[in-house]
């Protein structure tokens, strides 16, 4: 039986769960897992411990000898047989419950379609795979952030164009985050376009525009901010409907589809990106269904 009060406490916000999270790589899925199954219930709060990169059998006791001293639900995602098996008979052992975060699903899949279940490290590499795809989209979209290396462009999954403040950078870095390596350049008017954005042919090329006056406002406490008083252009309203003008009729004449971020999240304007990407790569498919896309393209 396992004693309650060594893994749940109180505190001023309700009640408090000790929560060991091991992982084998980076620790994003079973954080994900966790937080996800946390939200769900009412009045909790977490005491969270992270172990990452757990690949060797030698740093099982360690992790033990702290689960000992602060007893809590362990959850887990090591698919290696031998660090598997070690953690959870230790957990056993010490009487804390042991969650292999995965199992749910893949006995679900089993069952369903009669395979047999036989874990492996394979499933591992996979994992790591797809966190260094996405550390790489982020160095990427860091070294071609606001214009940098627009001489060279080629690499890029997506480049993003549009005025100064229509979210091009948080929106890249979201899109890195997912694994796409996205670069952004600045419409600057009187500044032509780089040629590395012109002779892309790889990129798929996306232009984010928005309303005139929401613009003149965010442009305005920018402004404010930098407490710069001094005679500018930048926020006046006549000449930011001129400078979106401009960069809609560029677009246009690319052939560019065209975002309006007005009040839009950026995750929802990645998903539109993502949509767009996804397209892009299965325009072949006769089945590939078009994006839902803002009204004006």
């Not at 995965?102 to 279940?117: D, H, I, K, Q, R």
């Not at 996405?134 to 290396?149: I, N, Q």
């Amino acid at each position: 039986m396992i004693d309650d009060s060594t893994r749940l406490g109180h505190g001023e916000n309700g009640t408090v769960i000790v929560m060991h999270l091991v992982s084998h790589a980076s620790g994003e899925m079973v954080e994900m897992i966790a937080r996800n199954a946390v939200a769900q219930l009412e009045g909790v709060t977490v005491d969270r411990h992270l172990w990452k990169m757990v690949r060797s059998l030698g740093l099982v006791p360690g992790i033990l000898a702290e689960l000992a001293k602060c007893r809590g639900i362990v959850f887990h995602s090591i698919a290696a047989t031998d660090i598997r098996e070690a953690l959870e008979e230790g957990c056993k052992h010490l009487g804390v419950p042991c969650l292999f975060v995965l199992e749910p699903f893949v006995s679900e899949l089993a069952a369903y379609s009669g395979a047999a279940v036989r874990f492996r490290t394979a499933a591992r590499d996979f994992i790591d795979e797809e966190y260094y795809r996405r550390v790489e989209a982020m160095k990427y979209t860091l070294a071609h952030d606001d214009g940098l290396s627009a001489d060279d462009l080629e690499g890029a999954d997506v480049i993003l164009v549009g005025v100064s403040r229509s979210t091009k950078t948080p929106t890249c870095m979201y899109l890195a985050s997912r694994g796409v390596k996205a670069a952004n350049v600045p419409l600057v008017p009187g500044v032509p376009l780089p040629d590395g954005v012109k002779l892309a042919r790889k990129p798929l090329v996306v232009g984010l525009t928005v309303q005139p006056s929401v613009l003149t406002q965010v442009r305005s406490s920018r402004l404010k901010r930098l407490s710069e008083d001094g005679p500018s252009t930048y926020a006046e309203a006549e000449s930011v409907t001129k400078e979106l003008l401009e960069a809609r009729r560029l677009c246009t004449r690319h052939g560019w589809k065209v975002i309006d971020v007005t009040r839009r999240p950026i995750e929802n304007t990645a998903a539109v990106i993502l949509q767009l990407l996804e397209q892009r790569a299965g325009a072949s498919s006769p089945a590939a269904a078009p994006p839902e896309l803002p009204e004006d393209r």
